[in-house]
T-cell receptor
Framework: GEDVEQSLFLSVREGDSSVINCTYTDSSSTYLYWYKQEPGAGLQLLTYIFSNMDMKQDQRLTVLLNKKDKHLSLRIADTQTGDSAIYFCAERGYSGAGSYQLTFGKGTKLSVIP | KAGVTQTPRYLIKTRGQQVTLSCSPISGHRSVSWYQQTPGQGLQFLFEYFSETQRNKGNFPGRFSGRQFSNSRSEMNVSTLELGDSALYLC??????????????FGSGTRLTVV
């Protein structure tokens, strides 16, 4: 079945860049996502990338996709203390009958040191 | 445009009881998916409803059920609660088909504690 792997922790200094990595197994995934979760909150969509793209940039966020290696990364430039949160990588897989479902990694806890 | 509304935000129930959680999707969205989030298992897919029909179901026991109404609002029900059902339950709203159907917006979740 589908599986999504992420490292569990990342610690960076304020102002540095953060890079969160993810690997996935479903080669038929058409969309891949990055969500952010702050304590006690739901999931906030940060960005997504379509599988025929290699890169997507959105302000401080850069997503890189290596489809051959099934590797996805999220780079946050000029990381701020407000970026401290858990970041989830997710792939969208087809389940049949017109239905899709998201498979999530366990999440990477980003800690930003002032 | 209003976001995804989940009610209640918090619930405390006793083992053996049943519970109903509600999710109102974004206006115009016809698909509602439910996910369970626990520290041990992470985020797991429960089921998806589209136009009042369950289109997909994850690997959960039959105690977990749901439904969707004609206005796309969805409810999920858990019967005979167990301690292990304590979790954050999240619902995701999407168009469910056609252009733009790849966007999933999550609600803030319902935190269920079973004692």
């Amino acid at each position: 079945g589908e599986d999504v792997e992420q490292s569990l922790f990342l610690s960076v200094r304020e102002g540095d860049s953060s890079v969160i990595n993810c690997t996935y197994t479903d080669s038929s995934s058409t969309y891949l996502y990055w969500y952010k979760q702050e304590p006690g909150a739901g999931l906030q969509l940060l960005t997504y990338i379509f599988s025929n793209m290699d890169m997507k940039q959105d302000q401080r966020l850069t997503v890189l996709l290596n489809k051959k290696d099934k590797h996805l990364s999220l780079r946050i430039a000029d990381t701020q203390t407000g970026d401290s949160a858990i970041y989830f990588c997710a792939e969208r897989g087809y389940s049949g009958a017109g239905s899709y479902q998201l498979t999530f990694g366990k999440g990477t806890k980003l800690s930003v040191i002032p | 445009k209003a976001g995804v509304t989940q009610t209640p935000r918090y619930l405390i129930k006793t083992r053996g009881q049943q519970v109903t959680l509600s999710c109102s999707p974004i206006s115009g969205h016809r698909s509602v998916s439910w996910y369970q989030q626990t520290p041990g298992q992470g985020l797991q897919f429960l089921f998806e409803y589209f136009s009042e029909t369950q289109r997909n179901k994850g690997n959960f026991p039959g105690r977990f059920s749901g439904r969707q109404f004609s206005n796309s609002r969805s409810e999920m029900n858990v019967s005979t609660l167990e301690l292990g059902d304590s979790a954050l339950y999240l619902c995701a709203s999407s168009r469910g088909g056609g252009q733009g159907s790849y966007g999933y917006t999550f609600g803030s979740g319902t935190r269920l504690t079973v004692v």
